[in-house]
């Protein structure tokens, strides 16, 4: 506790040399015979010093809450700045460790889905908050510059630097276009080294990039040039993304649950996969026929050979022997539950046993299936299909891109101390809570004051200072995150990256949003927008067509970082958008 310790220090330090001190002024005036008298009579209202302080201005400040310790100088602001962007830090930490710990109670679907996401926002979401609800509506206009460079910053900081950090620091060793776990022999070459990802992080940032579409709405009439339809596009925009927000926190909700059944049907195809293969060895190759369709006659032939008893139907034990004498190496799953799903494929008659008939329909189905997904292509020299090898191989692709059953069930079963750990959480997210609601308004008012004292546009410091506060917490965990070098901790780095933006936009944006409409504000943020279009767009095309990441893809994060900010400038400073 000694940095908090230090921190309120410097606080009371700041607090009781803010005030302006008086003193006597002791020489007084001189006597008209100009003679030292014996005293002061002669003088008539003595003056006072007044001892301000260093770099001080004329004008007086204005203390937030009525206590707050404030300033009108820029080093004052600027320490100011640095003391409540601190203590927003500690807020997002607290946050970020409380939601982590529920995390391990209650799992992935209702905390993972809900509370994370907004929790993770809050920071940004109070920043915003309270730059538009400042003073008057002139004030806040003038201060919600804060909440938009702060949302833009945000957004572009997570997609830019700390995307293209995790690619450094999370490289592996790239085989056949994917990453391998833990390996890393090729130092930082660009093209053989990488990071590689599941399709559900895929899915993550298709989202992302679709969550702008409340920033195209509010940004039509300007656009179009119309002043008449922007308080109504504000309103449209405002529902939308609401609306959007609802439906990623019900999505998020139901992910985990979504995921298990995707392995699930991931798992069964490869069996199917598996035994098709199987039979088409132990046919030598004739279990299609010239054209490319199922040769029955050899899948009679194939039962037979199965039927082990020759009872004329195959029971499920003798279907479990035949998917354990496959030998399927590449995934590790229930026998038995493969048994039942193979039965309920076959069975169509509900006797709990495949007749030879139901055997030739159940392989002709899984034949036409496995063709139209492999293509039926000869193969060259052997002159029969290959296109059951081609299903096989993209359905271990499949497998491998839905990630592992460890991510989608990231419950711990055995928790020691549950009723602590719950508690520990619940008060790590209430002070949390309690900071950040506290110190956004004097941060707010911090960054407004210091922008009058320099000149300097309140978004510049709100687009680069700020987001360090705010998502600091975000930026180490991904981070070490990524120096694990596994594919599935990859993939929850960029997931979760890609939806700390998705709540940007969408829970801070209706946040912002609901401001501008019932306090009349108006909505000048050309540029800003702009920026926030570009950088999500761009990064999110890019990740949503792919799973891996040479490490030369961190050069197009790094590079749009000084491009968002040097944009903004020239479109507000030289041609003067607003």
Request: charged share 15%.
């Amino acid at each position: 506790m000694a940095p908090q310790r230090l921190l309120l220090l410097f606080i009371f330090l700041f607090y009781f040399s803010s005030f302006p001190s008086t003193a006597r002024f002791i020489t007084g005036l001189s006597s008209p015979t100009d003679l030292v008298s014996d005293g002061i009579s002669t003088v008539k209202n003595p003056p006072f010093l007044s001892l301000k302080p260093l770099f001080s201005a004329e004008e007086s400040c204005e203390q937030t809450y009525g206590f707050l310790p404030c300033t009108t100088t820029v080093l004052g602001n600027l320490f100011l700045i640095i003391v409540y962007g601190y203590l927003m830090f500690l807020a997002a930490t607290y946050l970020s460790n409380g939601s982590e710990l529920l995390l391990e109670i209650l799992g992935p679907g209702i905390v993972g889905g809900l509370f994370l996401p907004i929790l993770g926002a809050l920071p940004d979401a109070m920043l915003i908050l309270v730059s538009g609800l400042s003073g008057t509506a002139e004030t806040a206009q003038d201060q919600v510059s804060v909440g938009m460079g702060l949302l833009a910053g945000s957004t572009v900081m997570l997609l830019t630097v700390i995307w293209g950090s995790c690619v450094v620091v999370g490289r592996c060793d790239i085989r056949d276009s994917v990453a391998v776990d833990g390996t890393i022999t090729k130092g930082f070459h660009l093209t053989e080294t990488g990071v590689s990802t599941d399709i559900w992080t895929c899915y993550a940032a298709s989202i992302m990039a679709i969550s702008i579409i409340p920033f195209v709405i509010v940004q039509l009439p300007q656009v179009l040039n119309s002043t008449s339809g922007r308080h109504l596009a504000v309103l449209i925009a405002l529902i939308i993304s609401v609306s959007m927000l609802v439906s990623y926190c019900v999505y998020q909700v139901f992910q985990p649950w979504i995921q298990r059944r995707r392995l699930a049907f991931a798992k069964h195809k490869h069996v199917i996969s598996g035994i098709l293969r199987h039979l088409k060895k132990q046919a030598f190759g004739k279990l299609l026929t010239e054209d490319g369709e199922p040769n029955t006659e050899i899948i009679r032939k194939l039962f037979e050979t199965i039927d082990e008893n020759r009872d004329g139907h195959l029971s499920p034990s003798e279907l479990k022997a035949l998917i354990i004498g496959i030998r399927f190496e590449e995934i590790d799953f229930d026998k038995d539950d493969a048994v039942m799903k193979v039965m309920a494929d076959f069975d169509t008659s509900l006797d709990s046993y495949i007749q030879e008939e139901e055997f030739v329909k159940g392989i002709t189905k899984w034949i036409n299936e496995a063709k139209q997904t492999g293509g039926a292509y000869l193969e060259p020299n052997a002159g029969t299909f290959k296109f059951i090898d081609q299903f096989h191989q993209q359905t271990k692709r499949e497998h491998a891109l839905l990630g592992s059953e460890e991510q989608s069930d990231e419950v711990v079963e055995h928790v020691e101390n549950p009723r602590w750990i719950s508690f520990k959480a619940v008060l790590m997210l209430l002070v949390g809570t309690l900071i950040a609601a506290a110190f956004a308004d004097p941060l707010v008012d911090a960054v407004d004051n210091f922008s009058t004292a320099t000149s300097i546009p309140s978004f510049f410091i709100s687009f680069i200072a700020l987001p360090l506060a705010t998502n600091s917490s975000e930026a180490v965990s991904a981070i070490i995150f990524a120096t694990r070098k596994k594919q599935r901790t990859a993939s929850l780095t960029f997931s979760e990256l890609y939806g700390a933006v998705t709540m940007n936009n969408v829970l801070c944006l209706s946040v912002f949003l609901a401001l501008v409409y019932v306090r009349g504000l108006t909505w000048d943020f050309s540029s800003e927008v702009l920026v926030i279009l570009i950088v999500c767009i761009v990064m999110g095309a890019f990740a949503s067509f792919r799973t891996t990441f040479p490490l030369w893809t961190c050069s197009i994060a790094y590079i749009l970082y000084p491009f968002s900010l040097a944009l903004v400038y020239v479109l507000d400073y030289v041609f003067g958008w607003s």
